[in-house]
């Protein structure tokens, strides 16, 4: 998919957003309608019809669930109506995933699903679930996300927020959902998703701080699917209709930026994934992992540089160039990966490790009558899909006492591609790099087809008549270039 100039700087300007944990997510019901659910309309049609009325005739759809409401005169049927329709499907959408492997904190929803909670669940996540405004008062223990549902929840269908009553006494009942909501959107920068902007709660709030911060506040965004000719009849009524909508939503985008809310067009509901994809690759561009194990030093050809150091001074420079290194500690090699990254720490006088370094050193052994090999590899695939750029360094292994290429480096650098990341094999170090540096030269089309002008430069990575600080600023070089064309 080839993005507008408008939707790449949103890309741009949230990718960066989300490294300086200032984003946040605020999910409507469309984002759950690929997982098996419905939307408000299709929830209320049965309903509606039964007390007399077209859902596809009403506009203001908390209201009809008003008449819904005051025709039983009791909100029992409601609430089994939302049990029947929100039990879990267990169907996490492509989407959920996406937004949930990234590191964003905060996410706000009006769905009374539990789609978010689950894939944070199933990407290795703790979260954080208020529910209620009791839930505010308590805080999960190393949780790695909150989940605002300011809606209710499907677990306590007879109190979630779906009438007109209810919304009247949203800001006395709920008052607090009200003001954490307010003071991160203030202080983050929110992706609207799968959102109509028809909720009268986020209305008033989205208002009262627009007059509050006078205008001062920060960027927000919001998807749409653009209103196109294609979807309506080909007749007279159908154009009518057409530009009427077409109207309308140029009046909807133009408002919302009274509030600071970017809408951003998509032709289809699918570009919305793509958009979340690219997020989520140039995202991953600053995370580089370091493929790397030995025993022994015999093929490696940098003259002027002992092998550890060499590795301590690139990992060093990789770090100053802004980049956070991954590494599962590699047999031999490890520590210097380590000290190096440790090294700039220091002559920058930064203390927050994580915030330069992943360490995931392997098991030693099986527990539970597990295979040791198939642990490892599971958590081979783990540690290298974090990464977008990968840079392989010597790989090998004692065994027997015969010296063999790390098959372990040669899987990492498979898992990369499979992955799609882009991969640097510094050949001059020998071993595997030296064999990945020949299958990448050979194929380098394949391996590079949108960066052609780089193969000089991963050509450069095999010559032995090359000083140390020249090969580690061809690679920091070529890492700075993948970054900057994604």
Excluded at 252 to 269: F, G, H, M, Q, T
Aim: glycine content about 6%; aromatic content about 10%; hydrophobic content about 35%.
């Amino acid at each position: 998919m080839e993005f507008t100039q408008e939707i790449d700087s949103f890309i741009e300007d949230f990718v960066k957003c989300i490294r300086e944990d200032c984003a946040s997510v605020f999910a409507g019901a469309g984002l759950s309608v690929s997982s098996g659910y419905v939307n408000w309309k299709e929830l209320l049609r049965r309903p509606a019809r039964r007390i007399g009325l077209d859902v596809e005739e009403e506009s203001d759809l908390v209201t009809l669930a008003q008449y819904i409401y005051n025709k039983d005169g009791s909100k029992q049927p409601m609430a089994e109506l939302i049990r029947n329709n929100f039990v879990s499907s267990n169907r996490i959408n492509e989407n959920h995933n996406i937004l949930t492997r990234l590191p964003i904190k905060t996410f706000w929803t009006t769905n009374y699903d539990s789609l978010i909670e689950d894939a944070l669940n199933q990407n290795g996540k703790n979260p954080d679930v208020k529910r209620s405004v009791r839930d505010l008062s308590t805080i999960i223990s190393k949780r790695d996300a909150i989940v605002y549902k300011m809606h209710g929840d499907i677990n306590n269908a007879n109190d979630v927020v779906l009438i007109k009553e209810d919304y009247e006494l949203y800001d006395l009942k709920n008052q607090l959902f009200s003001i954490n909501l307010k003071r991160d959107l203030i202080s983050k920068t929110f992706l609207f998703i799968g959102f109509s902007f028809e909720d009268p709660n986020l209305e008033y709030i989205l208002s009262k701080i627009r007059i509050l911060m006078e205008g001062h506040t920060r960027k927000h965004y919001c998807f749409f699917r653009k209103i196109n000719r294609e979807n309506y009849s080909d007749n007279e009524e159908g154009e009518k209709k057409f530009q009427y909508d077409k109207i309308k939503q140029e009046l909807k985008c133009a408002d919302l930026k009274r509030y600071s809310i970017n809408a951003l067009l998509v032709d289809e509901y699918s570009d919305i994934t793509e958009i979340l994809k690219e997020i989520q690759r140039r995202y991953k561009k600053d995370h580089i992992f370091i493929s790397s194990s030995a025993d022994e030093f015999e093929e490696f050809k940098i003259k002027d540089i002992k092998p550890l150091e060499f590795i301590h001074k690139l990992t060093s420079e990789i770090s100053k160039i802004g980049c956070k290194v991954i590494t599962g500690v590699g047999r031999g090699v490890g520590s210097a990966v380590l000290n190096g990254v440790l090294d700039y720490m220091y002559k920058t006088n930064t203390r927050k490790l994580d915030d330069y370094i992943i360490m995931r050193p392997f098991p030693l052994y099986a527990t539970d009558n597990n295979d040791l090999d198939e642990i490892k590899k599971e958590y081979r695939e783990q540690m290298v899909k974090i990464g977008g750029i990968s840079v392989f360094i010597l790989g090998n292994k004692v065994k027997n006492g015969k010296v063999e290429i790390a098959d372990g480096v040669l899987e990492e650098f498979d898992i990369a591609i499979e992955s799609g990341l882009n991969v640097i094999p510094i050949g001059v170090t020998g071993y595997a790099s030296k064999l990945l540096w020949d299958r990448v030269i050979k194929n380098f089309e394949t391996y590079y087809p949108n960066n052609p002008d780089l193969k000089e430069d991963i050509e450069s990575l095999n010559d032995p008549e090359l000083k140390s600080d020249e090969i580690i600023e061809i690679v920091c070089k070529i890492i700075r270039r993948l970054k900057e064309g994604y």
